[in-house]
């Protein structure tokens, strides 16, 4: 062919020498990305939010009043916002940065006549690639060997339908492998490919921003909130004849108090460090939305394969000629022992044996391949296949050699909906699949050399003590006559994948979480209910429903039995999406996982699509949410621990900030009706707003995770992420916050308004330092948490104290704030008026706890 002597490369694939030599030349096989903002960008960023410019339109109207003091210290807590929300979001961004390189994509590539699996950026121009159902292609190449190959090319050029690509046909990076395998010769990389010269329109698409809507209702409620305050003390304030002025500036700073414009920042900085902590713990958050989802599930569906089992599928048994074969061996190392009747034999004296596993080798289309640096053997395509090619080596066939000595004809891959996979060669037929479909089929039998009348009862028999075994079974027929269409069943192929070791607590995890596990295989019935009973997910009185009674039931009255399901088997990517459909239906907030090219459409159907990070397909990890890096069941009970720790650091903050501003409104506003003078002057509120607020909900964002997130049923946030419990418990501190202020106001404004309006000042600051570490738990008390878990809420709060310290004592800050020096005796009655708050919410927890 042309396009070898063009790209200077061989049928055999290029040299070590010529790679590196090519790789210098060509750069990696990258794709230009959006670059990272730069910090100038991510701080004018911050002003543009609903919240901000209320906090702006204030500061130019009390420098218009030619309140220069109040401007300046409204612009300075708007510049340290800015400034702090910067510096998180830079860390925010660099942490997602930084997941990317957990997860990368690899490719099958022939050099030196080998093959390797490689990073797909290291691919060059002339490589010779090893297309496999499920891969996304890595560059563009031209077919040189196709064998069925259909590429759906949707994302390049809009077409709904998978296309067949022949010999000479060029196949484009991005593009997705449906069915078929094939080798291509790689004729450009990186922004020379045809995805490549628009990269950058691509690279320009924005991500998700977490929580978004929830965020948005919330600033909404809220600035509606501070607008209907704001109207109804500056009215009762002139009516108790407050003069215009003051009333305005005390408005102006009511709402500057009010208005949590930390908030974003500090949910900015909780979902960041989630993700990462996720991270760790081997899920990678590729949409940041899904952290909404993640501590809601309802219902988790796993698919079997790698996710509860290791994902080493191993044929540990085989049945032939009426006899049964025991094969040794660990995973995909290709040796391994085999025993007849509890006796070592040779294989390559039994000739039944010997032509089972040449014809299930012929049709296995997988690869095994053998890695130096972690003296592992690799599997490239369908595991399943890549286990027959194992057994076929034990025996003592090699793939390669076969396919020289036979050369296919044609190749139809695995058909979901028949269950089974033909190969045609010069004068065979080899099919392969699920028992059921493939005896179905059978008229006559391999027996000794001949085709022979079948006998279908006894091959029954053998094949359901094989699935009762708990093996996922495989039938091999064959048709070695073209004067024929019967076909003749040859064996069975029984293969085993271990459960993972911590895989039953971990369902026991979930399930004291109230979240129901439910299995989905295309696993036989029997194969299913074995192992699912071994895993713990098959309790007694659950039910079992096949692909094909599923297909018989309306949705009626599928979703009458769905709830007592815990096991679907021989299910095909059709039935998942509608069993996805059929709990969402329920009002059920459903996982999904997957690792075909097929469950694609369920997995971007479900709440939470989470795919394989090891065996799961590239469109797998495209479509879904989350990428489990090891596979591992879990993993996911993990994931949905740190998704409800997200939350309930969510809820702390919130309850901190809002019950902050509720009880300065509550200060103000009585004031005002009991015609007393104000007890806080604008400038005061705005230095509160900053010390309290700024510095104390940032470090309360950094409270470890909670313990026993998993014993109960997560209860699903509304719209403005505020429950029951968080108002009542706002309105509580609000009360005792401004209560509290009042009492010692009242003491002292009639004899000294200075020193009546500094103690306002610090009771309303100790207060808040007390309420944060209420915040921390709805029933622990504070006492029983360690103090020191949080170390950024103690630096916090000793900052806190510090600067009121400052406000109280220093004299710039005094002439600034118009406070005055206090007592010891003063100091003492306000901590102790302030520490009513821990008294009356230690009671509040110790009745919750006793209840």
């Not at 989350?626 to 069941?633: A, G, K, S, T, V």
Request: hydrophobic share 45%; net charge negative; proline share 2%.
């Amino acid at each position: 062919m042309n396009i070898f002597k063009e790209l200077q490369t061989t049928e055999k694939g290029l040299t070590a020498f010529e790679v590196e030599k090519r790789l210098e030349e060509y750069g990696k096989n990258e794709l230009p990305e959006k670059k990272p903002e730069d910090l100038f960008s991510i701080f004018i960023n911050q002003f543009k939010s609903p919240l901000i410019y209320i906090l702006l339109g204030a500061c130019v109207v009390v420098s218009l009043m030619g309140e220069w003091v109040d401007a300046i210290v409204i612009l300075i807590v708007l510049m340290l916002n800015a400034i702090i929300g910067s510096f998180q979001e830079g860390r925010a961004q660099n942490t997602i940065l930084a997941l990317k390189n957990f997860v990368e994509t690899k490719a099958t590539v022939l050099r030196d006549d080998q093959e390797f699996i490689i990073s797909d950026s290291e691919i060059v121009p002339g490589d010779i690639i090893i297309l496999q159902e499920g891969e996304k292609i890595p560059a563009d190449a031209k077919i040189i060997i196709s064998n069925g190959l259909r590429v759906d090319e949707a994302a390049m050029t809009g077409e709904s339908k998978p296309i067949y690509k022949n010999i000479e046909d060029d196949v484009l990076k991005g593009t997705v492998v449906v069915s078929g395998n094939a080798r291509a010769v790689v004729f450009a990389t990186g922004q020379n490919t045809s995805i490549g010269k628009i990269a950058d329109k691509i690279s320009e698409i924005d991500t998700e921003i977490p929580l978004k809507n929830n965020i948005k209702f919330l600033s909404t409620l809220i600035i509606r909130a501070v607008l209907f305050l704001a109207i109804i003390i500056f009215i009762v304030g002139l009516w108790h004849n407050h003069s215009v002025e003051e009333m305005i500036l005390s408005v102006v700073a009511l709402s500057v108090s009010v208005i949590p414009e930390g908030l974003p920042v500090v949910i900015t900085l909780i979902l960041a460090m989630g993700v990462w902590r996720m991270g760790k713990r081997n899920a990678l958050v590729k949409k940041l939305q899904a952290v909404e989802a993640l501590g809601q599930a309802d219902i988790i569906a796993v698919d079997k394969t790698g996710t509860i089992t290791k994902n080493e599928l191993v044929i540990k048994k085989v049945f032939t000629n009426n006899n049964f074969y025991e094969i040794e061996g660990i995973g995909y190392e290709p040796r391994g022992d085999i025993k007849m009747s509890n006796e070592y034999i040779n294989p390559v004296d039994d000739s039944d044996l010997v032509y089972l596993a040449k014809l299930s080798s012929l049709c296995a289309e997988a690869r095994i391949i053998y890695s130096k640096e972690d003296d592992l053997w690799h599997i490239a395509g369908d595991p399943t296949e890549a286990a027959i090619l194992v057994f076929g080596q034990k025996v003592g066939f090699h793939k390669e050699e076969l396919n020289k000595q036979y050369p296919k004809l044609e190749d139809n891959v695995f058909d979901y909906q028949k269950k089974y996979k033909s190969s045609f060669y010069k004068k065979n037929l080899i099919v392969m699949g699920a028992p059921e479909e493939v005896l179905e089929l059978c008229t006559k039998m391999y027996k000794n050399g001949k085709n022979v009348r079948i006998k279908r009862d006894d091959i029954e028999k053998n094949l359901l003590k094989m699935l009762n075994e708990g093996l996922r079974v495989i039938a091999v027929a064959q048709k070695n006559d073209n004067k024929t269409e019967e076909l003749s069943f040859v064996g069975f192929l029984g293969m085993k994948d271990a459960l993972r070791l911590e895989v039953s607590d971990s369902i026991l995890k979930a399930q004291n979480a109230g979240i129901k596990v439910v299995m989905i295989t295309g696993d036989h019935k029997i194969t299913a209910k074995s192992i699912a009973e071994e895993a713990g997910i098959y309790l007694k009185d659950d039910k079992i429903i096949t692909g094909v009674e599923l297909d018989n039931m309306s949705d009626s009255e599928a979703l009458k039995e769905i709830g007592s399901v815990s096991v679907f088997a021989r299910v095909n990517p059709e039935h998942k999406l509608r069993i996805v459909n059929l709990f969402r239906s329920l009002g059920k907030t459903i996982a999904m996982t997957g690792d075909g090219v097929n469950d694609a459409p369920s997995l971007v159907a479900a709440d939470l699509g989470i795919s394989m990070g090891r065996i799961g397909t590239e469109v797998a990890k495209e479509a879904s949410d989350i990428i489990l890096l090891d596979d591992n069941f879990e993993t996911i009970v993990s994931a949905i621990e740190e998704g409800r720790g997200i939350y309930k650091s969510i809820k702390k903050v919130l309850l901190y900030l809002l019950s902050t501003g509720m009880a300065e409104v509550f200060v103000i506003l009585t004031a005002l009706l009991l015609d007393m003078p104000l007890p806080l002057l604008a400038v005061q509120i705005i230095w509160l707003n900053f010390v309290t607020d700024g510095i104390l909900d940032a470090a309360l964002a950094f409270d470890p995770k909670e313990g026993g997130l998993l014993k109960n049923q997560f209860k699903k946030p509304n719209k403005f992420l505020i429950d029951k419990l968080m108002v009542q418990r706002m309105i509580m501190f609000s009360l005792i916050m401004g209560m509290g202020t009042l009492l010692l106001f009242k003491q002292y404004y009639m004899i000294d308004m200075t020193k009546a309006l500094t103690i306002s000042l610090t009771v309303l600051a100790v207060f808040q330092w007390f309420n944060v570490w209420n915040c921390r738990s709805e029933t622990r008390s504070i006492f029983n948490k360690d103090i020191f878990s949080n170390k950024f809420l103690v630096f916090g709060t000793i900052i806190a104290v510090l600067l009121q310290l400052a406000a109280v004592y220093n004299p710039f800050m005094q002439s600034i704030l118009g406070t005055t020096a206090l007592t010891i005796q003063e100091w003492g009655f306000i901590i102790l008026m302030a520490s009513s708050i821990v008294v009356i919410e230690e009671g509040r927890k110790f009745l919750t706890r006793a209840t």
